[in-house]
């Protein structure tokens, strides 16, 4: 069986791209080439959803389009070359008084084997702190593809930045949106983005509170803890000794919690209050069958108690 060589160029910054293989996943991510031939043995995990699949599965859609392009130009120009010798064959075989056959070749098939490129270079690049390898993503990533090795905490001050920017970007996004979809419309989205990103800083924060924990203690929890303020301060008890008023005053703890009580009922209730939000939140500004109102300064209050909670915990159980 024939066999072609395929030639793969990295990036302009020497990247090479990757795509998960995990069908519930497929995130794409680049990774040093030299890092990929030196470093990478026969495993490869995914830097977002920690998937681990053979070396060999991580080919991009677009990387093996052109796998197949190559394939095929090199079949149809091996077709056409046994094609040419066996007429020319026949030509040769039948030239006699009673039977003439002429072949006369069609356009010729060029068998092309371009070098495979890359996607355009990305913004965000990060170096595993254990096995120095490089590899760059959009948005967040959570697991070194060569040796698995999860950052948590670079993950969570990156999706915390983005969170941020997004806030920032929130009366220049709704000036766009008045000029597409009109006043009123573009007042909705923008509020429901800003909702949103109430509810990416405490996802984010549930999300590393629960890979800090696991590495700790080597055990999981239950879906949400960390969304309850309480319930992930004794966790953090129980796993290093400190609970959250280690690193944040009493009434940022009211907050963070009351904070946490507005995502849930904007989550989960459409925003109208209840007996159980007023209960949990201990917030007196509404009664029940009001709808909540969330401003732009609570996010990034929100933002700031996070990022220093996060601060301590990464230095007591790092």
């Not at 930045?161 to 009123?184: N, R, T």
């Not at 319930?231 to 008890?237: C, T």
């Amino acid at each position: 069986m024939d066999s072609i060589e395929v030639m793969i160029r990295s990036d302009e910054k020497g990247y090479f791209d990757r795509e998960c293989p995990n069908e519930e996943c497929l995130y794409q991510f680049k990774i040093k080439l030299n890092d990929w031939k030196e470093k990478v043995s026969d495993e490869v995990h995914c830097p977002m959803c920690g998937f681990v699949a053979d070396a060999d599965k991580w080919w991009t859609q677009e990387q093996l389009d052109s796998m197949r392009e190559i394939a095929t130009s090199y079949a149809m120009n091996k077709i056409q070359a046994e094609l040419d010798k066996s007429f020319k064959k026949l030509e040769r075989s039948t030239r006699n008084k009673f039977i003439k056959i002429k072949y006369k070749p069609g356009k010729r098939i060029s068998f092309v084997n371009n070098p495979i490129g890359q996607m355009e270079e990305w913004e965000t690049e990060i170096v595993c702190p254990e096995c120095d390898t490089g590899y760059s993503v959009i948005g967040t990533a959570y697991f070194c593809p060569c040796c698995g090795h999860n950052n948590v905490k670079s993950a969570l001050v990156e999706s915390l930045v983005s969170i941020e920017k997004m806030v920032d970007s929130l009366d220049d996004i709704e000036a766009l949106l008045e000029e597409k979809v009109g006043k009123d419309t573009a007042r909705d989205m923008t509020r429901k983005m800003l909702e949103d990103s109430l509810e990416n800083v405490v996802s984010a924060f549930q999300k590393y509170a629960e890979l800090l924990y696991s590495q700790i203690t080597n055990k999981k929890v239950r879906v949400n803890d960390f969304q309850m303020v309480q319930k992930g301060s004794d966790l953090f008890k129980d796993a290093c000794g400190k609970e959250y008023s280690a690193w944040l005053s009493q009434y940022e703890i009211d907050r963070m919690n009351l904070l946490f009580q507005k995502r849930h009922i904007l989550e989960h209730n459409a925003g109208i209050v209840d007996d159980k939000y007023i209960q949990k939140s201990g917030d007196n500004n509404y009664s029940v069958g009001q709808h909540i109102v969330l401003n732009k300064s609570e996010v990034y209050e929100l933002l700031n108690i996070i990022n220093k909670l996060c601060d301590g915990l990464a230095q007591e159980c790092d």
